[in-house]
Every structure is written in C-alpha cells, then in structure tokens.
C-alpha cells in the first residue's frame, strides 16, 4: 500500500494540544507521537486507571506539561489551544478489576458525558480542533459483520456495559451537535481492541492477561467458549491512524482497528507458543460481563479511501515487542533469542 | 380490568416533590395530579419549551412553588425533598418548528445528560426517590413489534434524533449507575406517543398539526405513505401509569403507553371525521426527519403485571376532549354537539 504522505504533512505547524486520558495506554502513546511531530502537549489526567509511569520518560520535555485534574470538572487553560483530544475514560471492561469501568460506572459515564462537554466547550471557545476517542463499543453485540461506520450498533441500554457503551454513544451525539451548531471542527475516531506496551497489567484485559499467565507457566484463562472473535490492533498502526485521522477533514466517525479477525482461543494458542508456554488452555464457561459481544470486527474501507490507512505490524511481531515489555515490567530476565 | 387500589396507595404521606420540565405538556398534568393527591410540588422549567400557560391555574396554590431555571445547571433546593422526577427536556422531534430538538441539539443533550446528572446528584443529596421520563425513542427505529422493555433498540448514534434519543439511553445509563452504586431508590418509565390538552400547538407534533388543519378547513399533511404506525395514549392514562410507577418498587424500565397500533392515515381520517373535516388528506413523499421510524408500539406486559395499569381512554374521546381544548386556544367557538 501506498502511503499518501502529504496527507500527515498538511498541518505542519507547531500547535499546542490538550489531550485528556494522557497517561492511559492510548494516550500516552499518542502523546509521544504527537511531541514526535513537534507540537507541544498538555496531557490531563486523574490517574483514576491512568497510570504516571506512561508519562514517566516526558519529564524535564520542555515541550510536554501534565495537568492533574479529573476531565469532569471545569477545565481552565489559558494559552490559547489548537486542539483538543479526548480519550479520558475507564475503557477495561473487566468486572473483577477495580479498574475495570464495570466498577467506576459513575466516573465512567462522567467522562464520556461531562468530560465530552468541557473539552467541546473548551475547543469552542479556543476555536480549536477536537477529536473525540470513540470505540467499537458503540456496536454493542453486532448483528451485522464486519462493522462498518453506518452500522447503528446493539447496545443494552441498562445492560452492565451500558456505563461506558452509552456514554461514548451520547460523547457522539454531543460532537457532531457542537459540529453542527458551533461548527467545531470535530473528528471522531472509533477505536477497536488494542494491544501493545504500557497496556496496564492490572485491569483485567485479555492481552495482558493472557501475556502475564504465559510467562507465569500458568494455562491461559478463557472465558466461554473461545470461539467469540476480536480483532487486535497494534498500538502503533493505531495511533498512526488517529493521526491521519486528526490531520484530515473527515468529521463523520471512522473505525480504526485491525480488520484480521482472531478466536480469543488461537490468540490464546499463539501467545502460549511466543512465551513457549507449554500449560496449555483451560476454560471457564462463565461471561467476564453480561452481554460479552461474541464478535468484533471493524471494516476499515472509509480508514483506507478518506485516510490512505491500514495496519502495517504483523500480530507476531506486536505481540513479540508486548511480551518483551511485560517481562521488563516483570522483572523477568530478557527472552532468549 | 380490577386495579389494585393499594398499588397507590401504599405511601400516601405528603411529599415535597420537585418536577422538572413542570410548564411542560406532561410535566404540567403530572403536577396536577401530585397536588390532587395531597403533595407539595416545587415546578422547576426554563420555558425553552414548556409553556407558562400550562401552570397558570396553580398561581397562590400554597402547594405549588415555581423555580425558573436550566436543568443542566446546579440545582439548589433548601427544604428537604422526598421525590425528584425528571421531566424536563425538548420532546418535538419536528425539525421544522423551532422547538423541536433537530433545532435544539445542544440544549436536548444537556437536558438528558446533565439534567439528569444535576437530578440524580440532588435525590441522592436529599436521599429523595428519583424517577426519570424517559422514552420509546430509546428504541429507535425498532426491528421488533412489539417492544418489550428488553429490547435494546435500534437508534443512530449520530443521526438527526441522536440529539434526543441517545441523551435518554445515557440518562437511563446513569439513572441504573446511581441506583446499583449509590442505592438511590429510581424508576425508568418510557413514554410512548401522548396527546391530550396543553400540548403546544407550535412544535410540529402529529395531533396538534392535524387537529389544527382540520379546524381550519385545510387537508391534513402526511409525511411519508401514512402507513407508518404509532400508538397514542390520552394524557389521564399515561399518568395514572406513571403514578403508580412512581409509588411502585420496580427500578427496571417500564413502558407506559396505549398498545392500540393506528396508521398515522387512519388517525387523520379519524380527527378529519371528529372535526367534521371534508378537506381529507394529502400526502407529501418527504420524511419530516431522516430516520423516523416506521412503528412504534408498546409491549405493556410490565406495566399490566407490576402496577395493575392499562389504558382506559378510548381514542376518539381523547380526540373529542384534545379538540375542544385546541378550539378553545384558537378562539374558535365551541362544538355544536
């Protein structure tokens, strides 16, 4: 594939960014890119599941300021901003972590709602950019496959993951009114499963989860039947297409995620075989969550035609670079070569 | 059908009841009837949408005290209260008046999401009860006839009625977070289609547009094949359901409207014939707003099991009573009987 570079070298100027969530897994990495282009970047956090070692390696960046302070509540920032991005929320869906949103319903909806119209309020008022992280839980349990963006998604309303699906449905909602009427330029990305470095190693996801289980010597947990799909990103291709995306002119909602379907028990199988694990699987038949969705896969043609994007690391290889990290986090001794 | 009287009448102490959306079309007869049985009812309204006119008759009612205020923004209440119901918000989904939410997006969102928020956050304040009005818009454009209350609907997330639709699935969203975390006592109750007095007759709903054509001499305007179906409910039933929902113990959302499905044609013939209007109908092939949806009709099992309650009103008598009201606000002499 052919990479259009003029289309991330448009907007080459030095902006000055807000990006909320900046010390989560995500935002970190995005904050990284973004001081690599040369912007300067105010990073929000409450550290409530961010955690201050992501943004450990930025101090003393003259280029880089953390501001402490929960996204919910006004936001004061007097330079004058360019852009702001939005990807302060809770994201695990694991009810057996504390971290997990299932246990931070209230913070969770806050974020997506409150924290959705502070930043919005704060881009319209600076006349700034903003872009709004979105996710694929807006699909809810999909009925339809892959997903593409006109999809309008299975959410239960009142169902266990409703705290976060319904609150970054209504943070859609609310972007595109103040696109609308305020004529903010907006973008909204909607992210799929992720993996990589700096994932927390605490709050439950499968990645490190699974990760964590292998280089214990331990059988890898599966909850179900294994059958149900997702499709894992690399967080570099992922950021990467975020990029693209704040850079472009495209308002409406995009997917950004890798379109390679996987049954969790082959990613189980292949992560077993990178940690040389010999344990094996076991699985418990009990959902993690109620509504579990059984598959999840993004279409990416509008990611492809509006941004010149597609995935580019080879789950192997990302999968490699996060086992590496997980050991160093671990205290384990480098992997042999 | 026997209604359980004792349904109603299990707390019958007088409460301290604030109702938002007060000068509303459903928030003015709900008041009505929190005075009729004893309660003390503080009215908060902005008037963006409701309508002074609708609380007129309760000025020196030592009962009733009005609070001119945005629901989104704090809410200061000094006495203690023992009930909060959340009403207020645009309702219209007409994008051609004014007051409809197509022309209030930011204004509807707010309503639902941090109307909502500031709502909760006082019941929980004041250890109040809470109920909150939301809506068979929940389920969008619904794929499944009837819909139960565990259907989990079809709506856009970043549609033209997003604005209303995805504001009441989060308000429900955070209305079960605060219940299952903070043990506030909440009830859901979504509201089907509704006519009756007070309604206005300048935000673009289906009654009042074509009562008013058909007392004018003018053909009724159908938008679409007029083969779309909704289910209207006269006003005393919709809060008779409501009444006992609010003195009920059910936290779950429960449906109240008239499950007597009429073709949006059939009902113009009707008011045409009421009114005694040989204009007849005609038909404009432009949807009023992108995805309205073809059906909507209510599954009022619940409703039946749990509070004893059905509708009572037949249709035309609604009608007769909703007419002579429209009459009157035009100034038009009374009906010849």
């Keep these: 594939m052919i990479i259009p570079e003029t289309l991330v070298?448009?907007?080459?100027?030095?902006?000055?960014i807000l990006l909320t969530g900046a010390a989560g897994f995500l935002g970190s990495h995005l904050c990284d890119r973004l001081l690599a282009e040369g912007h300067k970047v105010i990073g929000l956090d409450n550290f409530v599941t961010g955690n201050p070692e992501n943004l450990k390696?930025?101090?003393?960046?003259?280029?880089?300021?953390?501001?402490?302070?929960?996204?919910?509540?006004?936001?004061?920032?007097?330079?004058?901003?360019?852009y702001i991005l939005h990807f302060a929320s809770p994201a695990s869906p694991n009810p057996t972590s504390p971290l997990g949103y299932p246990n931070l319903p209230i913070q969770t909806l806050k974020a997506g709602a409150l924290g959705t119209y502070n930043s919005l309020g704060l881009a319209k008022a600076h006349k700034a950019r903003f872009l709004l992280a979105s996710t694929s839980e807006v699909y809810g349990d999909p009925t339809v496959h892959p997903q593409s963006e006109d999809y309008w998604g299975?959410?239960?309303?009142?169902?266990?993951?409703?705290?976060y699906d319904e609150a970054k449905r209504f943070a859609e909602a609310l972007t595109m009114a103040y696109h609308n009427v305020h004529g903010v330029r907006t973008h909204i990305v909607r992210i799929f499963n992720?993996?990589?470095?700096?994932?927390?190693?605490?709050?439950?996801?499968?990645?490190?989860?699974?990760?964590?289980?292998?280089?214990?010597?331990?059988?890898?947990?599966?909850?179900?039947t294994g059958?149900?799909?997702?499709?894992?990103?690399?967080?570099s291709d992922l950021i990467e297409g975020i990029y693209r995306l704040m850079m472009s002119d495209e308002h409406l909602?995009?997917?950004?995620?890798?379109?390679?379907?996987?049954?969790?028990?082959?990613?189980?199988?292949?992560?077993?075989?990178?940690?040389?694990?010999?344990a094996g699987i076991i699985t418990q038949y009990a959902d993690t969550l109620g509504d579990d969705p059984q598959r999840r896969q993004p279409d990416i043609t509008r990611?492809?035609?509006?941004?010149?994007?597609?995935?580019?690391?080879?789950?192997?290889?990302?999968?490699?670079?996060?086992?590496?990290?997980?050991?160093?986090k671990l205290g384990l001794p480098a992997r042999q070569a």
Tied chains: 1, 2.
């Design 154 to 163: 299975n959410c239960d309303p009142i169902g266990p993951r409703s705290v």
């Design 9 to 16: 070298k448009t907007e080459r100027q030095v902006m000055l």
């Design 253 to 278: 909602p995009v997917n950004i995620g890798n379109p390679i379907e996987t049954s969790i028990k082959d990613f189980a199988l292949i992560i077993n075989e990178l940690c040389q694990n010999p």
């Design 57 to 82: 390696h930025l101090e003393g960046n003259p280029n880089f300021r953390l501001m402490v302070q929960d996204v919910s509540a006004f936001i004061q920032v007097d330079e004058p901003l360019d």
């Design 194 to 224: 992720t993996f990589g470095p700096r994932m927390r190693l605490d709050d439950g996801r499968v990645v490190p989860n699974f990760i964590q289980q292998a280089l214990r010597g331990e059988p890898l947990t599966i909850y179900g």
């Design 227 to 235: 059958e149900q799909t997702r499709s894992f990103c690399y967080v």
């Design 303 to 328: 990611a492809r035609t509006i941004l010149g994007w597609e995935p580019q690391v080879a789950m192997r290889d990302g999968l490699n670079i996060t086992i590496d990290y997980t050991r160093q």
